[in-house]
C-alpha cells in the first residue's frame, strides 16, 4: 500500500479512478508505488460549483482527474447557448488533448457541484516523460485509449471530431 503523506493525497484519486464504470474510463496499470510517485508530479485544484476548470478556445496544456465531484462539458454558443458534450464524474479525465498539440481548448468544462481535481501540467508531464520513461508510457497508452473511445462516441453521435 500507499505509504506517507502520498497515501493520504491520491488514495481518493485512486479509488475514483479504479472504481469509475464508462467506456472511456482512465485505466493506467500503475501499482501503489507508481501512483504515489505520479501525486508527486500533479497538484491538487479545488472548485466550487459554476467554476471553470478548461475555458473553451484557451491555450493552456494542463489535464485534470477528477477525484470528486461531477462537471459538465459543453461548447459554448452564441449567448447563453450550450452544446452539451458530456458529464464527467470522480475518476474521468479531461483536458488530455492539450498535452499532445497546440490547438485551443476544444469544449468548456464547469463545475456542477464543488469538485476536487488533480492538475497535470505539460512541463510536469515532459518531467515525467524524462525522468519515468516506463510509466510516461504507461500514461500515454491510458490518456490515447480514452481519446479514442470518446472520439468513436463522438463519431457514432454525428459530433465533428475537431
Avoid: H
Avoid at 449567448?79 to 470522480?90: C, D, M
Amino acid at each position: 500500500m500507499l505509504e506517507g503523506a502520498n497515501k493520504m493525497a491520491i488514495e481518493q484519486l485512486i479509488q475514483a479512478v479504479v472504481s469509475l464504470n464508462a467506456d472511456d474510463a482512465f485505466r493506467p496499470r500503475f501499482d501503489d508505488k507508481q501512483w504515489a510517485l505520479f501525486a508527486n508530479y500533479m497538484q491538487q485544484y479545488k472548485l466550487r460549483a459554476g467554476d471553470l476548470l478548461i475555458r473553451y478556445r484557451d491555450m493552456d496544456r494542463n489535464l485534470y482527474l477528477i477525484e470528486s465531484g461531477t462537471v459538465q462539458v459543453y461548447i459554448p454558443e452564441a449567448g447563453p447557448k450550450r452544446r452539451p458534450v458530456g458529464i464527467l464524474r470522480a475518476g474521468a479525465i479531461c483536458g488530455e488533448p492539450s498535452l499532445f498539440g497546440e490547438t485551443p481548448r476544444m469544449a468548456q468544462v464547469e463545475a456542477m457541484s464543488p469538485v476536487t481535481a488533480w492538475l497535470l501540467t505539460r512541463p510536469r508531464f515532459e518531467e515525467l516523460l524524462t525522468r519515468q520513461p516506463p510509466m510516461a508510457v504507461e500514461l500515454l497508452r491510458s490518456l490515447g485509449a480514452v481519446m479514442a473511445e470518446r472520439m468513436r462516441a463522438n463519431l457514432e453521435r454525428g459530433l465533428p471530431v475537431a
